[in-house]
């Protein structure tokens, strides 16, 4: 079975965590010019969001 679940970051980008390795990061401040990827540009727009994890599967 696999686990795989999304970890929203404190104030930075959406995690896809699967079995405890981390495969993708996708921009959720709107700002990274590498979208749907999370280039950093949250760090410098000074993005400010709540940390929450989701799981999947
Ligand atoms: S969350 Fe990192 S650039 Fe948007």
């Not at 990061?25 to 929450?52: L, V, Y």
Request: include cysteine; proline fraction near 4%; glycine fraction near 8%.
């Amino acid at each position: 079975m696999v686990d795989v679940s999304v970890k929203s970051t404190k104030d930075g980008p959406n995690l896809v965590v699967v079995d405890g390795q981390t495969k993708f990061a996708f921009c959720r401040c709107g700002h990274s010019n590498n979208k749907p990827f999370c280039d950093g540009s949250h760090r410098k727009a000074e993005f400010k969001a709540e940390e929450k994890e989701t799981k999947i599967v």
